[in-house]
Each structure stands twice: as C-alpha cells, then as structure tokens.
C-alpha cells in the first residue's frame, strides 16, 4: 500500500506547486486530499538509512576549467611540413548569441583579438566522450597548413592555467601546422 511520506509527526506534502507541512491524516493515510490537489505518494524507502544532518555535506564538484581567453603555446611536437616552428598566441571564444565557437590564432605574443595580429582561424567544439573526457574538435579556415577537421582530448592542470590539447584524430595527413599530436598552452 502507498502512503504519505512522513518525517516524524510532520508531512511533507506538495500543494498547488510548493511544499506545505501538514499535520498526519487520520487512518492509513495512503491519500492526501489538500483541498486543491490529492497526492499519491510512494512508501518511503526503508533500505536507506535517514540522511545524518549533522553530518557535513559533500565536498562541491571538481573546478571546472575553460578554453575561453588567451593561450600562449609553451610546448608541441617537433614542426613538420612546411610549420615554422613558432608557438604562437591563440584566443578561443564563447558563443554570443550562437552555437559558434570561434579560434584565432597569431605569432608569438601577439593579440589573436585583433584582427590586424590574425594569422590563422577556425571554428571548434567541445563534447564529454563516455569516459568523461572533454573532446575539442578544430575546424581551421585559414593559416594552419590544412583545413580538414582534428580531434583532441582536452586536460588541464588543477590551476586551470594550463590547457594540453592531444590529438585523438587528424582529417589531415601530416600538413596540420602548430596544434599537432600534443600541444600545452598557457593561459594569460
């Protein structure tokens, strides 16, 4: 048999939308009538012990990093085909208004916000593969020696103030310049 869910002498019972306590009904009580709404309500479950509330809650979820800002890139694979060898500056944005998120990229030092210091950019996306691993998708349009798609694994350190990009899959075969199998970025 189903009845109201009680904690103590007190019910707990869902009116129009919000939670009102009301005193237990007479009889079984497998029906609450609150004038307005009758609530059905499971069996509390018995298997659980009661929730200790002198017990400190959990600890909040690990920080949660960003791509969004300023990177500078402190460490790559060895260049290849035809890539100057540079670790150059790139800013990765946030959609405003849109699903489009956007990267520039400039040499070293530069501003990738400005459009005059712009070498190189594209588009990219992120996603949890199963394993709980943040995935980035890189889309260039220009200024990285190939423009077919590359797929990353996504890390940062525990300051959130480096970003290692590793690549997963490349659409390219050996012409990608810059971000290539593993790139660390420093945050500004």
């Known amino acids: 048999m189903r009845s109201p869910i009680a904690i103590g002498a007190v019910l707990l019972v869902a009116c129009g939308g919000k939670v009102q306590e009301t005193s237990p ?3 079984d009580g497998s029906v609450i009538d609150t004038g307005t709404t009758i609530i059905d309500a499971p ?3 018995t298997s659980n012990p009661p929730i200790d509330v002198d017990k400190p809650p959990p600890p909040p979820p690990p920080l949660r990093c960003s791509t969004y800002g300023t990177w500078d890139v402190i460490e790559r694979d060895p260049p290849c085909c035809g890539d100057d060898g540079s670790k150059p500056a790139f800013h990765f944005t946030i959609p405003m208004g849109g ?4 990267f520039w990229g ?3 030092g530069s501003d990738p916000t400005k459009e005059t210091e712009r070498t190189m950019e594209g588009t990219y996306s992120l996603k949890i593969l199963p394993d709980g691993a943040t995935q980035m998708t890189l889309q260039p349009s220009y200024g990285m020696g ?3 798609d590359a ?4 890390s940062f350190d525990e300051t959130c103030s480096k970003m290692s990009l590793d690549r997963i899959s490349d659409g390219c075969t050996g012409a990608r310049w ?6 660390l970025l420093e945050k500004r």
């Open 25 to 27: 009904p007479p009889g």
């Open 43 to 45: 069996s509390p479950d």
């Open 99 to 102: 699903l489009v998120f956007r």
């Open 106 to 108: 400039g040499p070293p």
């Open 146 to 148: 190939c423009t077919y």
């Open 151 to 154: 797929q990353f694994k996504v």
């Open 178 to 183: 810059y971000i290539i199998g593993h790139t």
